[in-house]
């Protein structure tokens, strides 16, 4: 069975830094693209990257572009978030998603219906 946990997520202060983990199992790497959505109190739930394991390309959402990285080691089975220069706005349950490889694009990264398989969410709060 696929399996996606997530883990990283804390209280942090504003301007501050956190790396999120997504270890992952039950399937072929290389076929897939691990994504990172966000869902912040009373909102939807946001696409803010994703990497394929195929190609190794990565998208951003605008809104984290030039602050989070996504990264993966393919021998650990483990895709990761590093998030800077945080801010009150980047408040909200994360979640790591899994998609075919092909999903992993500037048009479809944000389509929560391309993502066959989700973690349980780590919670990051940022604080002022």
């Known amino acids: 069975d696929v399996q996606l946990v997530e883990s990283g997520g804390n209280l942090v202060q504003a301007g501050g830094s956190l790396r999120l983990s997504c270890a992952a199992s039950?399937?072929?790497?290389?076929?897939?693209?691990i994504g990172w959505f966000r869902q912040a109190p009373g909102k939807d739930r946001e696409g803010i990257s994703c990497?394929?394991?195929?190609?190794?390309?990565?998208y951003y959402a605008d809104s984290v572009k030039g602050r989070f990285t996504i990264s993966s080691d393919n021998a650990k089975n483990t895709g990761y978030l590093e998030m800077k220069y945080l801010d009150i706005e980047d408040t909200g349950i994360y979640y790591c998603?899994?998609?075919?490889?092909?999903?992993?694009?500037?048009?479809?990264?944000?389509?929560?219906?391309?993502?066959?398989?989700w973690g349980q969410g780590t919670p990051v709060t940022v604080s002022s």
């Open positions: 998603a899994l998609a075919p490889h092909y999903f992993c694009s500037a048009f479809a990264m944000g389509r929560s219906n391309r993502y066959i398989a």
């Open positions: 039950g399937f072929t790497w290389g076929d897939y693209a």
């Open positions: 990497i394929s394991n195929f190609d190794a390309g990565t």
